[in-house]
C-alpha cells in the first residue's frame, strides 16, 4: 500500500496534481449547489413577501 | 466622407494640442519605465543590451495602453459618441479615423523618442533605426486592438484595469515580432520576416479593428 | 413532421423549456462522469505499465493531456455559443457561453498545475518557457478577461453581447498568438528545454487517457448544464414562471 502511495518515489508529484485537480472540481460543484440553494431561498423569500 | 475623416481627425488633434497632457504623460511614462530597469537590474552595459529591445518594447505597450481609455470616454461623456452612432456617416470611418488620431498622439511620439532611449541602453545604429521602424508598424496595431478593448469597457466602473486585462494578452504576437526583429538585427540575422510579419498583423488589425470597435460601441451605447 | 419537431426544439431552446431538462440531465451526466473517471483511473494506475523512460510521474498524463484537450476544446464551444447569441440574439446561447467559462478556465488552471507537476521529475524544473505552456497562460488570460468583462458590467444583456464581442476577438487571436509563441520559442531554443512527445504509448495507457478525456467531457456538460439553471433563474427573475418557482418554495418551507 505504502509502495503504491510512494509511486516509484514520484508520489509527491503525482498526488499533488491528482489532488488538486479533484478538489478543484469538488469544489466548483459545491459552489453551484450551495448557489442553487441560496437562489431558491431568495425566490422563496420575494414570494413570501409579495403575499404579505 | 473625406471631410468626415478630415474632421474628425482636426477634432482630436486640436484637442490634444490644447491639453497637450495626453502626449505628456503618454512619453513621461515610457521614458520613467525604461529609467527604472537600469536601476532594477544594474547598469552593466551588457545585461542592458541584451534586454533592452524587450524592455523598450514592453515600455511602449504599457505607454499606449495608458491612454486607451481616454480614447472614448470624453466623447461618451458629453453625448458627441451618441451623435457619431447616427450620423449619416458610416461609424466605421468614423471610428478608424479616431484610432489614427490616437495613434498621432500616444504612439508616434514613442516612435520618435526612442531612438534616445535605445541608444541610453547601449544599443548601436542599426538595432536603433531597426526598433524605430518595428514601432512605427507596431504601434498603430497596438491601437487598434486597444480600441475594441477601449469600446467595450466605455462606461464601466473600473474600466481602465479591466481594459489592460482584455488587451495585454492579444499585444503578445506584436510584443515577439518587434523585439524579435531587433534582437535578429543585433545577432545579424535577417529581419525581413518580422517586418513583414509585423505588416500582415497591422494590414489584418486595420481591416477587422475597426469593425470590431463598432460593433463594440454599438453594445456600449445600447 | 418537420413542423413538428422544429417547433419542438425551437421550444425547448427557451429558457423556461430548458430549466427543468437540464435539472434532469445534470445528474446523469455527473453520475457518467464519476463512473468513467473511476474506470479510467483503474486502469490508469493498476493496468498501465510503469514507463521505462519516466517511472510512474507518466500517470499525470491522464489527467493533464484531457485537461489540456477540454481547455481547448471549451474555449471553441464557448464562442460557437456567443456567436450564435450575438448574431440571433437568442438568450439560452448566451447563457450556455457564460456557464462554460468558469469550467474552461478551470480546466485550463488544471492542464497548467498537472504540467508543472509533471515537468518537475521530467524535466527538473515547475515550469519552461515551452511553447505549449505558453500558449495555455495565454489561454487561461482569455477566459480571465472574458469573465471579468462579464462580471463588470451590471447590465445583463449587455454583458453577454460584449463579452461575445471579446471571445469573438480571442478566437481570431488564437492561431496568431499560438503561431508567435512557437516561432519565438524556436528561436529561442538553446535557452529552454525542448518538450517532445511521448514515445509509443502502451495500449492500457491510451485507454486510460481517452476514458478519462471522457470523464472530463460529461463532468464539463453536467456542470455547464447546472451552471446554467443558476444563469437562467438570476437573469430571468422577473419571470413569470421563476416567481412561480419560488412560490412553490414558499409553500413548502
Redesign the interface.
Same mark, same amino acid.
Request: net charge negative.
Given at each position: 500500500m505504502a509502495e503504491f502511495f510512494a509511486m516509484g518515489g514520484h508520489g509527491f508529484y503525482i498526488w499533488s496534481s491528482y489532488g488538486v485537480t479533484f478538489l478543484f472540481l469538488a469544489i466548483e460543484v459545491f459552489l453551484l449547489m450551495r448557489k442553487k440553494k441560496t437562489m431558491m431561498q431568495r425566490l422563496a423569500r420575494i414570494a413570501r413577501m409579495n403575499k404579505k | 466622407m473625406l471631410a468626415m475623416i478630415r474632421w474628425v481627425l482636426w477634432r482630436e488633434l486640436t484637442v490634444a494640442m490644447r491639453t497637450k497632457s495626453e502626449v505628456l504623460t503618454t512619453l513621461f511614462f515610457f521614458v520613467i519605465v525604461i529609467t527604472l530597469f537600469p536601476l532594477g537590474v544594474g547598469p552593466e552595459t551588457e545585461t542592458l543590451e541584451l534586454i533592452g529591445p524587450g524592455i523598450l518594447w514592453v515600455a511602449a505597450l504599457l505607454a499606449s495602453m495608458l491612454s486607451l481609455t481616454r480614447m472614448f470616454s470624453e466623447d461618451y461623456q458629453d453625448g458627441t459618441l451618441e451623435q457619431m452612432l447616427v450620423a449619416s456617416q458610416p461609424l466605421v470611418i468614423i471610428v478608424a479615423s479616431k484610432i489614427f488620431a490616437h495613434w498621432m498622439v500616444s504612439g508616434l511620439p514613442l516612435v520618435i523618442i526612442s531612438p534616445l532611449l535605445s541608444l541610453q541602453l547601449g544599443l548601436d545604429m542599426e538595432s536603433t533605426l531597426i526598433l524605430m521602424l518595428t514601432l512605427l508598424i507596431g504601434t498603430p496595431i497596438l491601437s487598434l486592438i486597444g480600441a475594441?478593448g477601449a469600446g467595450?469597457?466605455l462606461g464601466?466602473?473600473?474600466?481602465g484595469v479591466?481594459l489592460s /486585462?482584455?488587451v495585454?494578452?492579444?499585444y503578445?504576437?506584436v510584443l @515577439?515580432?518587434g523585439a524579435?526583429a531587433v534582437?535578429a538585427v543585433r545577432a545579424g540575422l535577417e529581419v525581413e520576416a518580422h517586418l513583414s510579419l509585423l505588416g500582415a498583423?497591422l494590414v489584418l488589425a486595420m481591416v /477587422?479593428a475597426p469593425w470590431?470597435t463598432a460593433?463594440?460601441l454599438r @453594445?456600449?451605447l445600447? | 413532421m418537420q413542423m413538428l419537431t422544429k417547433a419542438f426544439w425551437l421550444q425547448l431552446s427557451t429558457p423556461k423549456a430548458f430549466y427543468p431538462v437540464a435539472g434532469t440531465l445534470a445528474p446523469c451526466f455527473m453520475m457518467l462522469a464519476v463512473i468513467l473517471c473511476v474506470i479510467g483511473l483503474y486502469i490508469g494506475f493498476f493496468v498501465a505499465p510503469v514507463d521505462y523512460q519516466q517511472g510512474n510521474s507518466y500517470r499525470i498524463m491522464f489527467i493533464h493531456v484531457p485537461a489540456a484537450w477540454m481547455g481547448m476544446f471549451i474555449y471553441l464551444v464557448m464562442c460557437a455559443y456567443a456567436t450564435i447569441g450575438l448574431i440571433w440574439n437568442t438568450r439560452l446561447s448566451s447563457m450556455m457561453a457564460s456557464a462554460l467559462a468558469p469550467t474552461g478556465a478551470l480546466f485550463t488552471f488544471i492542464a497548467l498545475w498537472s504540467g508543472a507537476f509533471w515537468g518537475k521529475p521530467t524535466w527538473g524544473t515547475y515550469w519552461v518557457w515551452d511553447a505549449r505552456l505558453t500558449s495555455f497562460l495565454i489561454l487561461l488570460f482569455l477566459y480571465i478577461g472574458y469573465m471579468s468583462l462579464q462580471a463588470a458590467i451590471d447590465d445583463q444583456q449587455k454583458a453577454a453581447k460584449a463579452s461575445a464581442l471579446l471571445a469573438l476577438v480571442g478566437v481570431v487571436n488564437i492561431p496568431i498568438i499560438y503561431f508567435s509563441v512557437k516561432w519565438w520559442n524556436t528561436l529561442h531554443q538553446g535557452m529552454s528545454v525542448t518538450v517532445t512527445d511521448a514515445p509509443t504509448m502502451a495500449p492500457s495507457m491510451a485507454w486510460s487517457m481517452f476514458i478519462m478525456a471522457f470523464a472530463f467531457w460529461m463532468y464539463a456538460i453536467g456542470i455547464a448544464l447546472m451552471r446554467v439553471r443558476t444563469i437562467i433563474l438570476e437573469r430571468e427573475r422577473h419571470a413569470a414562471w421563476v416567481q412561480d418557482l419560488g412560490n412553490k418554495g414558499a409553500n413548502h418551507g
Open positions: - | 475594441v467595450l469597457t464601466v466602473r473600473g474600466g479591466l /486585462l482584455l495585454l494578452p492579444l503578445i504576437p @515577439i515580432f524579435g534582437e498583423f /477587422l470590431g460593433a463594440s @453594445i456600449s445600447d | -
